[in-house]
């Protein structure tokens, strides 16, 4: 998978190139981030990419010209990569949209500051909104990186031994709990099943803990399920 970040301020994603998950999927070639500076694309000396919103009101508007441009010089590249803009009218990001998104080959990522970009941009160059949630955040790009993480985990080969099939969400349910060593500490076991060695019966408690772990912190889960 390859990602192409079009944004203003391209340091913040040397956080996932460096560590964790990403880096090392960057690593085994499985993945690769590249940033453009929208500001490299501006068509004036002092690199404006903004200027102020028709009908008045506070705030700065991304332009046209520079976003296009960008895209264009990508797409020289990765003629067939989608191109998807965050903001919080998008379509909301689940587990199964990052696993559906984690089959494509290249993904270019919009993120927007002020206001947010010219509508014309959306309308034209855009293949798809996406939103991580309903909240505002001062720009696209601490959205794009947790598109990012959640799409770039379900790659395969990503997480190694590990596997993404068992996140949260991946069956429709939240995670069983989890313990390490010591067994005892400040009075509190581990549940005596995980000790038991006999495998069946670990699968079966972890199932129900899922389940009603779920019941309890997230009703609306279930009744997705049901329907
Ligand atoms: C994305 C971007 C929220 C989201 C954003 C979200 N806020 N919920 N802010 O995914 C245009 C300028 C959008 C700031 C950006």
Redo the contacts with the bound molecule.
């Keep these: 998978m390859r990602f192409d970040v079009i944004t203003l301020f391209p340091a913040m994603f040397l956080a996932i190139k460096e560590e964790g998950v990403i880096a090392r999927g960057i690593t085994k070639s499985l993945l690769s981030i590249n940033t453009w500076q929208l500001r490299d694309f501006s068509n004036n000396k002092h690199r404006n990419i903004d200027d102020k919103s028709y009908g008045g009101g506070a705030g700065m508007v991304m332009q046209v010209e520079p976003i296009r441009q960008c895209i264009a010089k990508i797409k020289q590249e990765n003629p067939n990569s989608k191109v998807i803009y ?3 009218q ?1 379509q909301k990001l689940t587990q199964k949209l990052a696993a559906e998104l984690s089959t494509l080959d290249s993904i270019t990522l919009l993120c ?5 970009v010219d509508e014309r941009i959306i309308k034209h160059d855009v293949d798809m909104e996406v ?3 309903d ?6 790009e601490l ?1 794009a990186m947790v598109l990012i993480d959640s799409i770039s985990r379900q790659v395969p080969g990503v997480l190694g031994n590990q596997d993404s099939l068992n996140d949260s969400f991946s069956d429709g349910l939240l995670d069983y709990p989890h313990y390490t060593r010591p067994e005892e500490i400040d009075g509190q076991k581990v549940p005596e099943v995980l000790l038991s060695g006999y495998q069946a019966n670990i699968d079966t408690w972890r199932q129900d803990q899922a389940l009603k772990n779920t019941q309890l912190k997230r009703q609306d889960l279930i009744q997705k399920i049901d329907q």
């Design positions: 965050l903001s919080p998008g927007g500051r002020y206001e947010g939103s991580i949630g909240y505002v955040i001062s720009g696209g959205a």
